[in-house]
Structure formats: C-alpha cells, structure tokens
C-alpha cells in the first residue's frame, strides 16, 4: 500500500514541491473511512423507510430534502475551501453533523424531523466533499491529482464494501437501528486518520488550483463566481452531470424499495448491503483503469459511464427478479467508477488558471446535485400508489440519455476556450 500511495508524492517532488508520504497514506485511509459517513445512510434509508410502511410521498421528500440542502451548499462549501486554510477542521465538524444527522433518521417518525434530518447531512456532506477535494489537490498538487484521485476513489470504494456489509448484517441481525452502530466507527475511524494528516504538508495554494509561480489572487469566501461564468465548457459539463444523476441517483433505492413492496419477506436490507457491495467491488479496480490509463482521455471515461446508464435502467426495468440486482449493480459500479474519478480531473482541466478549482468543483456537483435530488421525487412520483416501478426505470434510463449531446458541446467549448491558453 505504501509504495502505490507513494507514487504521487514522487510527482510532487519533481513539481519541487512534496507531501509527506504519511500525509498521503492518511488521506487515502480518510477516503476509506468517509466513504459510509460522506453519504450517511444512503440507500439503507429509502428501504428503511418503506419497510416501516411510510408513506411514499414522504419517502420521496425526505430523500429530496437531503439532495437539495447538499445542492445549497456545495457552492459556497467549494468556495470556503478556496479560500480557508483550516480543511482539516472543517471536514472533522462536518463528520460529526452527518452522524448526528442520520441517527436522528432512526429515532423519529415525524415528517419534519425525518426532512430536518436529511437536511443536515446533506449540507455537512457537501462540506465534506470540498474539503476532501480541496486537501487531494493540496497534497497530490496537479502533477499527482489523477493518480491520487483514483487511489482516494478505489480506498473509498474500499470503505463503501466494508460498511454495507457491516450495516446490512447488522440491520439483518440486530434491527435497522444499529447500523448506526457501523456508521459510528466509520465516523471516528475517520477523524483518527484526519488527525495525522500534517498541515505543514498541504500547499493552500495548490489546493485552490494555482499553480506554482501563477500569483493568482486568494479567493475570499464565495467570490470569483463572475471569473467561472465565461467558462461554457464548465457549465455544459455541470449540465450534462445532473442529467446523468438525474437518472442514477434514485435507482439504487428504488430496486430495493420494489424489493421492500413486493416480496417483503426477501431481506430487503440484507440485499441493499448486497447490493451496495457488488457496486464497490466493480468500482474499485474501475477507479484504478481511470487514474493509471494513458491510452484513453478522461472524457472516453465519461462517454462510457453516460452509455451504461440507460442500459442498467432497462435492464432493471425489464428483469424484477431480486437477482437481477447483481448484473444491475456491476454496470452501476461501472459508471459510477469512472465519473468518480473522471469528474473532478475534467473540472481541473476546464477550471485551469482560474485559481477556483474547488468553486468550479462546487459549481459542477451544484447542477449534479440538482439531478440527483430529483430523481428521487421524480423516480417515486412515476411509481404512485400503483406500484409503477418498471415505468419509473425506465423514466430514469430516458434522463441519462440527455446527457450524452450535452458533454459532446461541453468538449468542442473546452477545445475553443483552450485555444487561446496554449497560444
């Protein structure tokens, strides 16, 4: 593990400016530990909550409610970790908002505390996700970004297959609550491993996107917003980012919330775990082909995971067997392996010289958060009180289609706004 974690600090010395090697080790185990709080409980929720009979309408707005407080504030979180130099910290107080948050999930039925809870997790994972862009780059600098973006994607994957395995025994042995229990762990493991991240070690500077000797201005708060407007490849690839969670984001629940409808004897959260599992593991040596290829550009990765997607929602539309979940999954895995990776490096490609990389990336999971928000109430709404979850695949698999003409304009902006840099 050392010697593959080292790799881009040996890209950081030759920009002559290194991170310690512990300091990268660390980060990748925080990437493995953040990987069940940074979405809290995720799709173990939506299952949660159908199996308790509540209403679907309510299921939908809870889920929604969380997508929308993380879509409000991840811009202003991308700008924040532009401009403060205490990442460490911020990430560490967001840990702790969206553990209490998806605890309170457990203990109440109530309609406004269940979306008061959502909402809180959602906003501190937003947090979290800034910060630990913010610390990648300030580490990795931009020499060792996609190598050690996809090392933080597999160690994060790592995580996810650890904790879904963890929380649907758990919840399959004990009761949904304890699953908290794992969640808990995750938590402090992180903030262990967060600790021994050294700030002597991170370039604040770098980690805004400046690059050494640039003199670009420090950002202060949310500011440099009007710089990113004249960048339409940014924008275009925001765009094509919420139609491609518009139809990703509300599938993973909703084939085990049809799971929980109509064959309740089934395990559902037992599966959600399985489920979940069989996602990470493909996703996994997919971050891995994403970060170490150099045959392929990143932008053959997008193209690839926006394909999938309408196949994976057909497939799931037209196969309701509990085991069609499996096949469903690995093409998940697939996709969301590779725009994992792919989406931060293609933001620092379109964002170059601006010195708002992290407000670029804010920008960007902004529109992408749109999308997944609501494919939630969009996903539930199709399904109503009938039942119609092979239409509402469907309906997804449609959204995901959107995507594909609007990252082909994205790219031919990016080559005539490019133009004139390399000039």
Same mark, same amino acid.
């Given at each position: 593990?050392?010697?593959?974690?080292? #790799?881009? !600090?040996? /890209?950081?010395?030759?920009?002559?400016? *290194?991170?310690?090697? /512990?300091?990268?080790?660390?980060?990748?185990?925080?990437?493995?530990?953040?990987?069940?709080?940074?979405?809290?409980?995720? *799709? =173990?929720?939506?299952?949660?909550?159908?199996?308790?009979?509540?209403?679907?309408?309510?299921?939908?707005?809870?889920?929604?409610?969380?997508?929308?407080?993380?879509?409000?504030?991840?811009?202003?979180?991308?700008?924040?970790?532009?401009?403060?130099?205490?990442?460490?910290?911020?990430?560490? %107080?967001?840990?702790?908002?969206?553990?209490?948050?998806?605890?309170?999930? =457990?203990?109440?039925?109530?309609?406004?505390?269940?979306?008061?809870?959502?909402?809180?997790?959602?906003?501190?994972?937003?947090?979290?996700?800034?910060?630990?862009?913010?610390?990648?780059?300030?580490?990795?600098? @931009?020499?060792?970004?996609?190598?050690?973006?996809? @090392?933080?994607?597999?160690?994060?994957?790592?995580?996810?297959?650890?904790?879904?395995? &963890?929380? &649907?025994?758990?919840?399959?042995?004990?009761?949904?609550?304890?699953?908290?229990?794992?969640?808990?762990?995750?938590?402090?493991?992180? !903030?262990?491993?967060?600790?021994? %991240?050294?700030?002597?070690? %991170?370039?604040?500077?770098? $980690?805004?996107?400046?690059?050494?000797?640039?003199?670009?201005?420090?950002?202060?708060?949310?500011?440099?917003?009007?710089?990113?407007?004249?960048?339409?490849?940014?924008?275009?690839?925001?765009?094509?980012?919420?139609?491609?969670?518009?139809?990703?984001?509300? #599938?993973?629940?909703?084939?085990?919330?049809?799971?929980?409808?109509?064959?309740?004897?089934?395990?559902?959260?037992?599966?959600?775990?399985?489920?979940?599992?069989?996602?990470?593991?493909?996703?996994?040596?997919?971050?891995?082909?994403?970060?170490?290829?150099?045959?392929?550009?990143?932008?053959?990765?997008?193209?690839?995971?926006?394909?999938?997607?309408?196949?994976?929602?057909?497939?799931?539309?037209? =196969?309701?067997?509990?085991? $069609?979940?499996?096949?469903?999954?690995?093409?998940?895995?697939?996709?969301?392996?590779?725009?994992?990776?792919?989406?931060?490096?293609?933001?620092?490609?379109?964002?170059?010289?601006?010195?708002?990389?992290?407000?670029?990336?804010?920008?960007?999971?902004?529109?992408?958060?749109?999308?997944?928000?609501?494919?939630?109430?969009?996903?539930?709404?199709?399904?109503?009180?009938?039942?119609?979850?092979?239409?509402?695949?469907?309906?997804?698999?449609?959204?995901?289609?959107?995507?594909? *003409?609007?990252?082909?304009?994205?790219?031919?902006?990016?080559?005539?706004?490019?133009?004139?840099?390399?000039?």
């Amino acid at each position: 593990m050392s010697t593959t974690l080292a #790799m881009p !600090l040996e /890209a950081g010395r030759r920009a002559g400016a *290194p991170a310690a090697a /512990a300091s990268l080790t660390a980060l990748a185990w925080t990437a493995f530990f953040l990987a069940d709080v940074r979405d809290g409980l995720g *799709p =173990f929720l939506a299952t949660y909550l159908q199996s308790q009979r509540v209403d679907q309408t309510l299921i939908g707005l809870t889920m929604t409610a969380g997508g929308l407080a993380a879509v409000l504030m991840t811009p202003f979180a991308g700008a924040w970790a532009d401009g403060w130099t205490a990442k460490r910290a911020l990430m560490a %107080i967001a840990v702790v908002a969206v553990t209490l948050g998806s605890g309170c999930a =457990f203990m109440t039925k109530s309609p406004w505390l269940l979306v008061g809870s959502q909402v809180v997790a959602g906003a501190a994972g937003a947090l979290l996700a800034a910060a630990l862009a913010a610390l990648t780059l300030g580490l990795a600098r @931009r020499e060792g970004l996609r190598r050690q973006t996809g @090392r933080n994607e597999a160690w994060s994957h790592a995580g996810n297959i650890v904790s879904a395995l &963890g929380a &649907g025994i758990v919840a399959q042995q004990f009761g949904a609550p304890w699953m908290m229990s794992v969640m808990t762990v995750m938590a402090v493991g992180s !903030l262990l491993c967060l600790a021994t %991240i050294r700030a002597g070690d %991170i370039d604040h500077a770098a $980690a805004r996107g400046v690059e050494a000797g640039a003199g670009a201005p420090q950002a202060e708060g949310p500011g440099g917003f009007g710089e990113l407007l004249r960048h339409r490849a940014l924008w275009l690839f925001a765009l094509a980012c919420a139609f491609f969670h518009l139809g990703n984001a509300a #599938m993973l629940p909703l084939l085990n919330q049809r799971l929980a409808a109509t064959q309740p004897d089934a395990a559902p959260l037992l599966w959600t775990g399985v489920a979940i599992v069989v996602a990470q593991l493909t996703m996994v040596p997919v971050a891995l082909w994403v970060a170490r290829s150099r045959r392929l550009d990143l932008s053959a990765f997008v193209y690839l995971a926006i394909l999938i997607l309408p196949v994976r929602g057909l497939l799931a539309w037209g =196969f309701p067997s509990v085991w $069609a979940n499996i096949p469903v999954q690995v093409l998940d895995g697939i996709a969301a392996g590779a725009l994992g990776v792919a989406t931060p490096l293609m933001v620092e490609r379109y964002a170059r010289g601006t010195g708002r990389y992290n407000l670029a990336l804010g920008l960007v999971l902004t529109l992408q958060g749109v999308g997944a928000a609501l494919s939630a109430g969009v996903a539930n709404a199709v399904v109503g009180a009938r039942g119609h979850f092979g239409l509402a695949f469907a309906v997804l698999a449609g959204c995901a289609l959107l995507a594909m *003409p609007v990252f082909m304009l994205a790219q031919r902006a990016n080559a005539r706004e490019a133009a004139p840099r390399s000039a």
